[in-house]
C-alpha cells in the first residue's frame, strides 16, 4: 500500500511555510447570512438545475459554492472507485449526483457534491423525481473539501438523515456515520463493509502516477482480491 504523507515544510528567505497550510484553490465559496426561506427557494426557482453552483441553506445560512478542475476531477475519480465497488460487490447503485434535497418544513436544504442510494435503491429505483422528506434519502453523500472544510454543512445533513458521509480533503478520507444526530468517525464504510479510507486514498494517489484509467483497473482488482466470491 502507497504511505499518504502530507508535504513538509518549505524553507523560505524570511520563514517556514507549511504547504499543508497553503491548499490548492479547488472551490470557491460565498457565505449569505440573513436569507430567508422564501428567498432561497426563489433562487433555486430562478437559477434553474443548469447551473454550476451548489447550494446548502440552514437556519438563515445560505452556502454557495463553486466547484473548479481540482474538486470536479477528486469528486469523479471516487465517483468511479464507487462505481467499480457497486460492480464488483453486485450491489444495485442509483448515482445521484448533486440531487437537490430539501426539507421546508425543517428549513434545510443541500445538494452535494455526489449521492448514491444503495441499500434503499430498490424503493427509488422506479421514481423520476425523488422528494426527499417523502422518499427515503441517499445512504451515502460525497463531499470534496481541498480548499476550505464542509463542517457547516454536516448538520444539514444530519437534519436530511444522511447515514453515511464520506469527506475528502486532498490528502485524507473521513467516513462519518450518523449517530444520535451527530456524525462520528468510523474505520470502515458503513455502505461497503470492511472498507478502509486509505484504500480509497491510496488510489487516489495511484491516479497521479498511472492515469485514472490503469488506476481504476488496479483498484478493481484489488476488489476481486480483498472481497471474494
Not at 511555510?17 to 491548499?23: A, D, K, L, Y
Not at 472551490?27 to 451548489?54: A, H, M
Not at 477528486?74 to 460492480?87: A, K, Q, Y
Not at 436544504?109 to 429505483?125: H, L, Q, T
Request: hydrophobic share 40%; charged share 25%.
Amino acid at each position: 500500500m502507497i504511505a499518504v504523507t502530507k508535504p513538509s515544510a518549505i524553507a523560505t528567505a524570511s520563514s517556514t511555510i507549511t504547504v499543508e497550510q497553503i491548499r490548492p484553490v479547488a472551490e470557491q465559496r460565498i457565505l449569505l447570512e440573513n436569507v430567508s426561506w422564501k428567498t432561497f427557494e426563489q433562487l433555486l426557482d430562478d437559477l434553474g438545475d443548469r447551473r454550476s453552483t451548489l447550494f446548502h441553506y440552514i437556519n438563515g445560512n445560505l452556502e454557495i459554492m463553486s466547484p473548479m478542475a481540482l474538486h470536479e476531477r477528486s469528486n469523479r475519480f471516487i465517483d468511479d472507485l464507487i462505481r467499480v465497488l457497486s460492480d464488483e460487490l453486485e450491489l444495485e447503485l442509483c448515482k445521484c449526483g448533486s440531487l437537490l434535497m430539501r426539507i421546508p418544513d425543517l428549513k434545510v436544504g443541500a445538494e452535494p457534491d455526489s449521492c448514491y442510494y444503495i441499500a434503499n435503491e430498490p424503493v427509488i429505483r422506479s421514481k423520476k423525481v425523488i422528494t426527499v422528506g417523502q422518499d427515503p434519502p441517499p445512504d451515502l453523500v460525497l463531499e470534496v473539501d481541498i480548499t476550505n472544510p464542509s463542517d457547516r454543512r454536516l448538520p444539514i445533513y444530519a437534519l436530511l438523515n444522511i447515514p453515511e458521509i464520506w469527506r475528502y480533503d486532498g490528502y485524507n478520507l473521513e467516513f462519518l456515520a450518523l449517530e444520535n444526530g451527530e456524525y462520528i468517525k468510523t474505520e470502515c464504510s458503513l455502505s461497503f463493509p470492511n472498507l478502509l479510507a486509505a484504500i480509497i486514498v491510496e488510489f487516489m494517489q495511484k491516479r497521479f502516477q498511472l492515469g485514472d484509467r490503469q488506476a481504476l483497473k488496479e483498484f478493481r482488482q484489488w476488489v476481486r482480491d480483498n472481497y471474494p466470491h
